[in-house]
Every structure is written in structure tokens, then in C-alpha cells.
């Protein structure tokens, strides 16, 4: 295939969104319309995980289809190690025009980011000081853009206060914010915008733009008009079984301590949930500019578009929000669509196992470019003619120790985002956790110590029941763990220390 022959790359991703925030996935009262009219020309995988339900190691994890445990990113500061093969080296090789605009939380060296010909960079709470920019600047004025995300970058260290009629809404354990500042300046709207310009810009060069929203990533802070599409009524707090937390293992209870929800005000559980649900929606009109933006120019049939998040959050589930270093479906099962104007797979649902792994190997399949034989992941089906997956994994830990209910104890607050973000390091690092999923049940283990886990997600898709210790289900923790060991001897490098 020439270089003209090539088909686009447009890989639009979005953080902190589980698959079940939008209603192509099972939600009842969020609506997203834009990713429907983009599957409608593509294939949308309803069981895509993400290997790490963390930012940057799943970010990594995606671009180089490699585990954690194999490319060295196992932290959420370790970004792209330099000597990982990955799929911009790649595309840059073919003479593809590339960029990025948004959130990075992937490349830092040099080396990597020379290969991006534009770059227009912004985090979650502003345009920082570490931004880097190439190629492009924002089509705002910078003082509007930091203006437009005081608030946000308010809500970025802890409180300990709570302002119940305040915005941005302080609580122990979440802050929320509705906000009214001119909708461009928002960072979905300036990235929805940027995409525009490049796409006009580039439409006669082969291109890989990744387009990396910061949303709906905390600081949960919505344009109003967002936020009251389900503010008070409309939002659902997810149900819960309050003894749930007797079968769970630590690391999960110590998670609960920090993050649960149960003891704030009903009022205040529905405000953050309505702001990270109107950051969905937000992102939602963005992705129907793009593709208005991408057929305006005349590349919608040229173009392979992928729309997946890194990984997910609680919102409400198991009566926490946000993430940590758990498996619950809820941060690891993540939207995916893969989404090619005139291909013969349009419009189809896939309901096969897939995992993040396998997004870069079928494009370079589908731009008819050679995959390395460092990618460990396989071909997506329906888009390419391949045998299903038996199973996922994901994983979490880099063989640190373990942060102990009594090592939560012993700290002056236990409780809200204080200790939440004081102890994040120790917390991403401990242990060696590995999930294997199939249709029917999860299994998740660690070596260094943990309670088992095993869910029954036909009889228990919210997982709230953890049988992995009762002798009836022996036989079924044998066969997973089966799969899990012969997933480790084809795929660990048993390398603790990158």
C-alpha cells in the first residue's frame, strides 16, 4: 500500500469513561448520540478492557500493545521508557504527519516526541508550565483558557473543608463544580476546535492524530448546561450491597475507607455524579463536531476512526468514585468503536473479549503496515477475520508492599482525598494483581499476599459478591487459575525492577 493509499489514523480517547457511562453500553439515562451516529459506521466492541486501570501505564500499554509488566510503565510516572517499539515510531517511519492535542500522560523523552510534527498539549486543570507545544497553539488566547479553568485548578489539592453551597463543592471525599465560562474555552471545546483546524490543515497528507480529552477525568467540573441535564433527578446512584466489603480483600476496604460516598449528603452524591455525566455528554457533542469536521473536509471515507477511553471510574459503583488498584468492571471495562465510513463491518455490535492491547496491531493490519513482533496483542474481530479471545488480563502493581488497613490507620485522616492522593505512590506499586476475565467469571490474584477474588458475572454482574473462598466454586478457581498461568508463561518477562 502507498503512502497515498494509506487510510488515516483519527484516535480519539477519553479518560476516566467506563464503557457504562454511555447507553451503547447498558446505561438508562445518558445518551450519546455522537458515539452512536460513529459506531453506526464502524464496530462497537461491547467487551473491550483496558490491561491496567491506570492512566499512563494503560496509555503505554495501548500505543506499544505491550503489558505493563513488559514495557516497564508500571507507575502512573512512568511514561513511554525509552527502547519500547510503539505505534507513533511506526507511523512516523511510514511518513505519516502526526500530532497530538490534549491530554499526553504517555511521552516525556525527547526522541518520542520529535516524532509528532504537531503537539498542543493541556492537562485536566489548565494549561501547566511542563505543556509543551509544536507545530500548533491553542486558537484561544491563553489568558481566556486559564481563566476558563480557575475552578478546576482549585479542585486539584485536597480539602478538608466542605462548602455546601459553594462552587466548586468541597466534600471529604469528592469536590464537584458546575461553572459558566464561554463554552470555547473549556479543554473538550478548545481540543473539539484544534481538531477542526488540523483536519483542514492536513487533508492532503496522510495523517495520525490523536485526540486526547481530559475529561471525564476528575477534577469533576462541568459547563452548567451539562451538569444540569441530570442534576438532581435525571442521574442514577448505583445500588450497592452494604455487605459486600465482608468477602472483599483489603486493598479493597482500604480503598472504601478512603473514597466511599455512604456518609455524604444524597444531594451532593447526585452533584458529582451529574458533573461527571455532563463531561460525558460534553464530550459526546465534541466527537459529533470532529466527525462533521472530518466529513467537511472530505476524509470521512479515508479515515479510520477509534473512539476508546484508558480506563474507567466508579461513579457511584460499589458507593466510591474515582479509581484505584482494583478490577471491578467498572474501571476496566472501557467504551471501544472502531469506525471506517464504507467498510463492510459497519454497523455491527461485537460482543467477543477484546482488551486495548489489540487497537493498534488492527490499524497497522488495516494500513496494510507490518506489525512487529514485539506487539503482544492480537486482531480485533469483526474488522479483521480472526478467532475470537478466550479471555483478558489485566493487571496492576509493581511488586511493592502492601498498604495495609492498619497502615491507613495509623495516618491522622483516613478518610476523603487527603490520604487518597498522600499514599497514591505507595499504592500504585504495591503488589503483582492480575485479572483474567472471561464471559462468565473473574478471577484476580496476587502473589504477595491479598485475598483471592472470583465473581460469577452471570449471577453477579455487579460483583458484589466475592465466592472465591466457598469449596462449591473450587473447581472453577482451579481452571482460572489454570488460564491465568499459562497467560503467565507465554507473556511474563518476571522483571520486578524496570
Not at 296 to 312: K, P, R
Request: net charge negative; aromatic share 10%.
Amino acid at each position: 500500500m502507498s503512502k497515498s493509499d494509506t487510510p488515516n489514523i483519527l484516535f480519539l480517547m477519553v479518560d476516566q469513561m467506563k464503557a457504562t457511562a454511555s447507553h451503547l453500553w447498558g446505561n438508562r439515562f445518558c445518551n450519546t448520540p455522537g458515539l452512536e451516529k460513529l459506531a453506526q459506521n464502524g464496530v462497537l466492541y461491547s467487551k473491550a478492557f483496558t490491561p491496567i486501570p491506570l492512566c499512563v501505564p494503560a496509555r503505554t500499554a495501548l500505543f506499544s500493545s505491550q503489558y505493563p509488566h513488559c514495557n516497564g510503565a508500571r507507575h502512573n510516572n512512568t511514561y513511554m521508557p525509552l527502547g519500547v517499539r510503539h505505534s507513533f515510531q511506526i507511523w512516523k517511519e511510514q511518513g505519516l504527519t502526526t500530532g497530538l492535542i490534549g491530554k499526553n500522560h504517555c511521552f516525556e523523552h525527547m526522541e518520542d516526541r520529535n516524532l509528532f510534527d504537531v503537539w498542543c498539549e493541556i492537562f485536566h486543570w489548565n494549561i501547566p508550565n511542563f505543556a509543551w507545544f509544536k507545530g500548533a497553539k491553542w486558537h484561544r488566547p491563553y489568558e481566556a483558557i486559564q481563566k476558563a479553568h480557575e475552578v478546576r485548578s482549585s479542585m486539584r489539592v485536597p480539602s478538608s473543608q466542605k462548602f455546601d453551597n459553594e462552587m466548586p463543592c468541597h466534600r471529604s471525599t469528592f469536590a464537584y463544580a458546575f461553572t459558566d465560562y464561554p463554552i470555547e474555552d473549556y479543554g473538550t471545546s478548545l481540543i473539539a476546535e484544534q481538531t477542526r483546524r488540523f483536519l483542514e490543515q492536513n487533508r492532503r497528507n496522510p495523517f495520525v492524530l490523536w485526540v486526547s480529552f481530559p475529561d471525564p477525568h476528575t477534577p469533576y467540573e462541568a459547563p452548567r448546561k451539562y451538569f444540569e441535564n441530570f442534576y438532581p433527578d435525571r442521574v442514577e446512584i448505583p445500588d450497592r450491597e452494604t455487605d459486600e466489603l465482608e468477602t472483599a480483600p483489603e486493598r479493597t476496604k482500604v480503598l472504601f475507607e478512603m473514597l466511599r460516598i455512604d456518609k455524604e449528603p444524597e444531594e451532593h452524591v447526585r452533584g458529582v455524579l451529574s458533573a461527571y455525566y455532563g463531561l460525558v455528554q460534553f464530550i459526546d457533542d465534541a466527537v459529533q463536531q470532529i466527525m462533521q469536521a472530518l466529513s467537511d473536509c472530505g476524509l470521512a471515507e479515508n479515515t479510520i476512526v477509534v473512539f476508546c477511553s484508558d480506563h474507567g471510574d466508579f461513579a457511584g459503583e460499589h458507593g466510591m468514585t474515582q479509581k484505584g488498584g482494583v478490577f471491578y468492571d467498572c474501571l476496566v471495562h472501557v467504551p471501544l468503536i472502531l469506525s471506517w465510513q464504507g467498510a463492510p463491518w459497519a454497523g455491527r455490535t461485537d460482543s467477543n473479549l477484546v482488551s486495548l492491547l489489540d487497537v493498534v496491531p488492527t490499524l497497522l493490519k488495516l494500513q496494510g503496515i507490518a506489525i512487529p513482533p514485539s506487539m503482544s496483542g492480537r486482531l480485533l474481530p469483526t474488522a479483521v477475520d480472526v478467532p475470537a479471545r478466550e479471555e483478558v488480563i489485566s493487571e496492576y502493581g509493581a511488586g511493592g508492599p502492601p498498604f495495609t488497613m492498619q497502615d491507613l490507620q495509623n495516618r491522622e485522616v483516613t478518610q476523603g482525598l487527603i490520604p487518597l492522593i498522600e499514599t497514591l505512590k505507595q499504592r500504585e506499586a504495591e503488589g503483582l494483581r492480575k485479572m483474567v476475565r472471561t464471559h462468565s467469571w473473574k478471577y484476580v490474584h496476587d502473589p504477595l499476599g491479598d485475598k483471592d477474588e472470583l465473581y460469577d458475572l452471570e449471577n453477579d454482574p455487579g460483583e458484589l459478591s466475592n465466592i472465591c473462598d466457598e469449596i462449591r466454586y473450587k473447581d472453577v478457581v482451579a481452571e482460572m487459575q489454570r488460564r491465568l498461568m499459562d497467560w503467565s508463561i507465554q507473556n511474563e518477562s518476571f522483571v520486578l525492577n524496570r
